[in-house]
């Protein structure tokens, strides 16, 4: 039997895909666990123009807790790039969105884009500051490549989230230069995610929880589909790394995600 670890503590999901397949036949019971568990808010991070209305109907189910943001996977990013970021500005224009993303550099799969995933990136980070919007990062593979795009967009206005944080404590760093938090998911359960290491040393007030649900699901249901309930999870770790309670990591993220997210006073 699972443990609960809910004692009254409310936590924020920074990025979860809870309207992708995955989740098509348990979706209300899987949003139903992790609000049980006290995750009460959900960000759910864009991928392309084909899941566009699934993320709308879902928003329109759960006003109250969940959150979109419209922008381009970089995986997705491929001959249609043009019409794809179309679709993004229309959107942008159209809808009340919370950030820019996810947005960024893949090169993990496919080196083929790579210019354009830079104009896209570059693109929509834009967008993001002329709206007065966080971007939400995807790298993999790519951490110089993205830093050099930062690098040219870099400025007060400039903020967001480097999601799925997997890079060495200099990359850490220097993702704060840019006024990004850093999102924590289940790599750092991981016994080879290597972030537990250094972790310590990042301000827990520059620390934001995300699982990346249906992926990364940490220790002990690495391999399985990951689920928002299962922030628990990253919670606790956290909670062993920082020498805290879960009620002050569960405090001090739901703020730090809240002023990234609401600082623009919707």
Not at 34 to 40: D, R, S, W
Request: hydrophobic residues 40%.
């Amino acid at each position: 039997m699972r443990k609960h670890y809910f004692c009254g503590m409310k936590m924020i999901d920074t990025h979860t895909h809870l309207y992708v397949e995955a989740f098509d036949e348990d979706r209300e019971a899987a949003i139903a666990a992790a609000m049980a568990e006290g995750v009460t808010n959900f960000y759910l991070p864009a991928i392309d123009s084909q899941y566009t209305q699934r993320m709308l109907e879902l928003e329109k189910a759960y006003p109250e807790n969940i959150h979109l943001m419209m922008g381009l996977h970089p995986t997705y990013v491929k001959e249609n790039v043009a019409e794809e970021l179309a679709h993004v500005e229309e959107q942008l224009a159209q809808h009340r969105y919370y950030a820019v993303g996810e947005i960024g550099i893949d090169l993990y799969w496919d080196k083929t884009y790579l210019k354009q995933q830079q104009q896209a990136f570059d693109q929509q980070i834009k967008w993001a500051k002329a709206r007065k919007l966080p971007i939400v990062i995807h790298c993999r593979d790519a951490f110089e490549e993205v830093f050099d795009v930062l690098e040219q967009n870099k400025g007060e206005d400039l903020h967001g989230i480097f999601h799925c944080f997997t890079g060495t404590k200099t990359d850490a760093e220097r993702a704060l230069g840019y006024n990004l938090k850093l999102g924590i998911g289940g790599v750092v359960t991981f016994k080879n995610g290597k972030i537990d290491q250094f972790l310590q040393d990042i301000p827990l007030s520059e620390i934001v929880l995300e699982t990346d649900a249906p992926y990364l699901a940490p220790v002990p249901h690495r391999g399985k589909r990951n689920q928002s309930a299962y922030l628990t999870l990253i919670a606790k770790k956290l909670a062993e790394v920082y020498g805290k309670t879960m009620e002050e990591i569960a405090e001090q993220t739901t703020k730090n995600a809240n002023g990234v997210f609401l600082s623009n006073n919707f």
